[in-house]
Antibody, heavy 125, light 111 residues
Framework: EVQLVESGGGLIQPGGSLRLSCAASGFTFSDYWMHWVRQAPGKGLVWVSR????????RYADSVKGRFTLSRDNAKNTLYLQMNSLRAEDTAVYYC??????????????????WGQGALVTVSS | QSVLTQPPSVSGAPGQRVTISCTGSSSNIGAGYDVHWYQQLPGTAPKVLMYGDTNRPSGVPDRFSGSKSGTSASLAITGLQAEDEADYYC???????????FGGGTKLTVL
Protein backbone atom coordinates (compact mmCIF):
# COMPACT_ATOMS: atom_id res chain seq x y z
CA GLU A 1 0.00 0.00 0.00
CA VAL A 2 1.37 3.38 -1.02
CA GLN A 3 1.80 5.73 1.93
CA LEU A 4 3.10 9.27 2.17
CA VAL A 5 3.48 10.59 5.70
CA GLU A 6 4.43 14.22 6.28
CA SER A 7 6.01 15.54 9.44
CA GLY A 8 7.72 18.67 10.70
CA GLY A 9 4.87 21.15 10.58
CA GLY A 10 4.14 23.59 13.37
CA LEU A 11 3.99 27.20 14.50
CA ILE A 12 6.89 29.39 13.45
CA GLN A 13 7.55 33.12 13.64
CA PRO A 14 7.85 35.22 10.48
CA GLY A 15 11.39 35.04 9.14
CA GLY A 16 11.96 31.64 10.69
CA SER A 17 12.81 28.29 9.12
CA LEU A 18 11.16 24.89 9.13
CA ARG A 19 11.88 21.59 7.44
CA LEU A 20 9.09 19.29 6.32
CA SER A 21 9.73 15.61 5.73
CA CYS A 22 7.70 13.10 3.77
CA ALA A 23 8.31 9.42 4.42
CA ALA A 24 7.30 7.26 1.48
CA SER A 25 6.51 3.55 1.53
CA GLY A 26 4.78 0.91 -0.54
CA PHE A 27 6.46 1.79 -3.82
CA THR A 28 9.92 2.28 -5.34
CA PHE A 29 10.51 5.87 -4.27
CA SER A 30 13.36 6.50 -6.70
CA ASP A 31 11.09 5.71 -9.68
CA TYR A 32 8.90 8.77 -9.15
CA TRP A 33 9.11 12.51 -9.30
CA MET A 34 7.67 14.07 -6.17
CA HIS A 35 5.96 17.38 -5.43
CA TRP A 36 4.65 19.56 -2.64
CA VAL A 37 1.23 21.17 -2.97
CA ARG A 38 -0.10 23.59 -0.37
CA GLN A 39 -3.52 24.79 0.70
CA ALA A 40 -3.97 27.96 2.72
CA PRO A 41 -6.87 27.90 5.22
CA GLY A 42 -10.16 27.97 3.33
CA LYS A 43 -8.38 28.32 -0.01
CA GLY A 44 -7.57 26.16 -3.00
CA LEU A 45 -4.66 23.95 -3.98
CA VAL A 46 -1.42 25.55 -5.11
CA TRP A 47 1.60 23.77 -6.54
CA VAL A 48 4.80 24.60 -4.64
CA SER A 49 7.72 22.56 -5.88
CA ARG A 50 8.81 19.37 -7.61
CA UNK A 51 11.92 17.22 -7.80
CA UNK A 52 13.04 14.63 -10.32
CA UNK A 53 13.94 11.00 -9.72
CA UNK A 54 17.44 11.40 -8.35
CA UNK A 55 17.16 14.90 -6.91
CA UNK A 56 19.39 16.46 -9.55
CA UNK A 57 16.71 18.93 -10.68
CA UNK A 58 14.02 20.82 -8.82
CA ARG A 59 11.59 23.59 -9.69
CA TYR A 60 9.65 26.07 -7.58
CA ALA A 61 6.64 28.32 -7.75
CA ASP A 62 7.63 31.98 -8.01
CA SER A 63 6.11 32.64 -4.58
CA VAL A 64 8.69 30.41 -2.84
CA LYS A 65 11.66 30.59 -5.21
CA GLY A 66 14.86 31.45 -3.38
CA ARG A 67 13.33 30.65 0.03
CA PHE A 68 12.35 26.96 -0.24
CA THR A 69 14.63 24.07 -1.16
CA LEU A 70 13.38 20.64 -2.12
CA SER A 71 15.58 17.56 -1.75
CA ARG A 72 15.24 13.83 -1.46
CA ASP A 73 17.12 10.89 0.03
CA ASN A 74 16.28 7.82 -2.02
CA ALA A 75 18.15 5.56 0.38
CA LYS A 76 15.79 6.68 3.14
CA ASN A 77 12.70 6.99 0.91
CA THR A 78 12.22 10.50 2.20
CA LEU A 79 11.41 13.86 0.65
CA TYR A 80 12.39 17.11 2.35
CA LEU A 81 11.20 20.69 2.00
CA GLN A 82 13.45 23.24 3.66
CA MET A 83 11.49 26.46 4.16
CA ASN A 84 13.41 29.63 5.05
CA SER A 85 12.40 33.27 5.49
CA LEU A 86 8.86 32.19 6.19
CA ARG A 87 6.04 34.68 5.74
CA ALA A 88 2.47 34.81 6.99
CA GLU A 89 1.27 33.96 3.50
CA ASP A 90 3.14 30.64 3.68
CA THR A 91 0.61 29.49 6.29
CA ALA A 92 -0.99 26.39 4.81
CA VAL A 93 -1.37 22.65 4.90
CA TYR A 94 1.49 21.20 2.88
CA TYR A 95 0.81 17.98 1.01
CA CYS A 96 3.47 15.60 -0.26
CA UNK A 97 2.27 14.08 -3.53
CA UNK A 98 3.46 11.47 -5.99
CA UNK A 99 3.73 12.38 -9.66
CA UNK A 100 2.25 9.96 -12.16
CA UNK A 101 3.49 10.94 -15.60
CA UNK A 102 2.56 9.49 -18.95
CA UNK A 103 2.90 10.25 -22.62
CA UNK A 104 0.01 11.02 -24.94
CA UNK A 105 -0.47 12.96 -28.20
CA UNK A 106 3.21 13.97 -28.22
CA UNK A 107 2.88 15.58 -24.81
CA UNK A 108 3.94 14.54 -21.33
CA UNK A 109 1.04 14.65 -18.89
CA UNK A 110 1.09 14.36 -15.14
CA UNK A 111 -1.25 14.07 -12.23
CA UNK A 112 -0.94 13.36 -8.55
CA UNK A 113 -2.01 9.81 -7.83
CA UNK A 114 -1.19 9.66 -4.13
CA TRP A 115 -1.35 12.36 -1.46
CA GLY A 116 -0.11 12.48 2.10
CA GLN A 117 -2.37 13.53 4.95
CA GLY A 118 -0.80 16.98 5.04
CA ALA A 119 1.35 18.96 7.48
CA LEU A 120 0.10 22.27 8.87
CA VAL A 121 2.54 25.15 8.85
CA THR A 122 1.45 28.28 10.68
CA VAL A 123 3.58 31.40 10.35
CA SER A 124 2.61 33.89 13.01
CA SER A 125 4.12 36.02 15.75
CA GLN B 1 -6.14 34.13 -9.33
CA SER B 2 -5.93 30.54 -10.55
CA VAL B 3 -4.75 29.69 -14.05
CA LEU B 4 -7.74 27.38 -14.50
CA THR B 5 -11.17 28.86 -13.79
CA GLN B 6 -13.90 26.96 -11.95
CA PRO B 7 -17.23 28.15 -10.56
CA PRO B 8 -16.89 28.71 -6.80
CA SER B 9 -19.97 26.63 -6.05
CA VAL B 10 -22.59 24.35 -7.53
CA SER B 11 -25.52 22.59 -5.91
CA GLY B 12 -28.09 19.97 -6.66
CA ALA B 13 -30.69 17.79 -5.03
CA PRO B 14 -30.11 14.09 -4.40
CA GLY B 15 -30.50 12.13 -7.62
CA GLN B 16 -29.90 15.12 -9.86
CA ARG B 17 -27.06 15.75 -12.30
CA VAL B 18 -24.54 18.55 -11.86
CA THR B 19 -21.57 19.65 -13.91
CA ILE B 20 -18.45 21.54 -12.90
CA SER B 21 -16.56 23.44 -15.58
CA CYS B 22 -12.84 24.12 -15.80
CA THR B 23 -11.73 26.77 -18.25
CA GLY B 24 -8.13 27.21 -19.29
CA SER B 25 -6.25 28.68 -22.23
CA SER B 26 -4.10 27.86 -25.23
CA SER B 27 -1.07 27.23 -23.00
CA ASN B 28 -2.67 24.49 -20.92
CA ILE B 29 -5.93 22.71 -21.77
CA GLY B 30 -6.00 24.21 -25.26
CA ALA B 31 -2.45 23.04 -25.89
CA GLY B 32 -3.65 19.47 -25.47
CA TYR B 33 -2.63 18.78 -21.90
CA ASP B 34 -4.91 16.37 -20.10
CA VAL B 35 -7.21 17.51 -17.33
CA HIS B 36 -7.44 15.68 -14.03
CA TRP B 37 -9.95 16.08 -11.23
CA TYR B 38 -9.59 15.74 -7.48
CA GLN B 39 -12.22 15.38 -4.79
CA GLN B 40 -11.53 16.77 -1.33
CA LEU B 41 -13.96 15.65 1.34
CA PRO B 42 -14.21 17.92 4.40
CA GLY B 43 -11.12 17.70 6.58
CA THR B 44 -9.26 15.26 4.33
CA ALA B 45 -6.54 15.31 1.71
CA PRO B 46 -7.57 15.49 -1.94
CA LYS B 47 -7.79 12.26 -3.90
CA VAL B 48 -7.76 11.75 -7.65
CA LEU B 49 -11.26 11.36 -9.05
CA MET B 50 -10.60 11.46 -12.78
CA TYR B 51 -7.37 11.38 -14.77
CA GLY B 52 -6.52 11.82 -18.41
CA ASP B 53 -9.73 13.75 -19.07
CA THR B 54 -12.10 10.79 -18.86
CA ASN B 55 -10.54 7.95 -16.85
CA ARG B 56 -11.78 6.90 -13.43
CA PRO B 57 -9.39 5.24 -10.95
CA SER B 58 -10.64 1.96 -9.58
CA GLY B 59 -13.21 2.50 -6.87
CA VAL B 60 -14.64 5.71 -8.31
CA PRO B 61 -18.31 5.19 -9.23
CA ASP B 62 -19.36 5.55 -12.86
CA ARG B 63 -21.69 8.33 -11.73
CA PHE B 64 -18.63 10.52 -12.27
CA SER B 65 -17.57 11.32 -15.82
CA GLY B 66 -15.21 13.76 -17.48
CA SER B 67 -15.05 15.50 -20.83
CA LYS B 68 -12.87 18.04 -22.59
CA SER B 69 -13.27 20.32 -25.58
CA GLY B 70 -11.03 23.13 -26.75
CA THR B 71 -9.80 25.11 -23.77
CA SER B 72 -12.34 23.72 -21.30
CA ALA B 73 -13.15 20.55 -19.43
CA SER B 74 -16.10 19.40 -17.37
CA LEU B 75 -16.81 16.98 -14.57
CA ALA B 76 -20.33 15.56 -14.48
CA ILE B 77 -21.89 13.84 -11.51
CA THR B 78 -25.16 11.99 -12.01
CA GLY B 79 -27.42 10.49 -9.37
CA LEU B 80 -26.13 12.98 -6.82
CA GLN B 81 -25.64 11.55 -3.32
CA ALA B 82 -25.07 13.21 0.04
CA GLU B 83 -21.54 11.80 0.21
CA ASP B 84 -20.61 13.69 -2.96
CA GLU B 85 -20.64 16.93 -0.99
CA ALA B 86 -17.03 18.05 -1.26
CA ASP B 87 -14.64 20.44 -2.96
CA TYR B 88 -13.60 19.56 -6.50
CA TYR B 89 -10.43 20.75 -8.25
CA CYS B 90 -9.30 20.47 -11.84
CA UNK B 91 -5.60 20.26 -12.71
CA UNK B 92 -3.55 20.39 -15.87
CA UNK B 93 -0.10 21.49 -17.04
CA UNK B 94 0.82 24.88 -18.44
CA UNK B 95 3.66 25.07 -20.95
CA UNK B 96 4.16 28.83 -20.53
CA UNK B 97 4.62 28.45 -16.79
CA UNK B 98 6.29 25.02 -17.10
CA UNK B 99 4.28 24.01 -14.08
CA UNK B 100 1.30 22.06 -12.87
CA UNK B 101 -1.74 24.32 -12.50
CA PHE B 102 -4.96 23.95 -10.54
CA GLY B 103 -8.41 25.45 -10.73
CA GLY B 104 -9.61 27.48 -7.79
CA GLY B 105 -11.93 24.71 -6.67
CA THR B 106 -15.70 24.24 -6.67
CA LYS B 107 -17.74 23.49 -3.58
CA LEU B 108 -20.53 21.05 -4.30
CA THR B 109 -23.51 21.25 -1.99
CA VAL B 110 -26.11 18.49 -2.00
CA LEU B 111 -29.37 20.11 -1.05
Amino acid sequence: EVQLVESGGGLIQPGGSLRLSCAASGFTFSDYWMHWVRQAPGKGLVWVSRINFDGSESRYADSVKGRFTLSRDNAKNTLYLQMNSLRAEDTAVYYCVRDYGYSGHKLWHKYFDYWGQGALVTVSS
Amino acid sequence: QSVLTQPPSVSGAPGQRVTISCTGSSSNIGAGYDVHWYQQLPGTAPKVLMYGDTNRPSGVPDRFSGSKSGTSASLAITGLQAEDEADYYCQSYDNNLSAVVFGGGTKLTVL
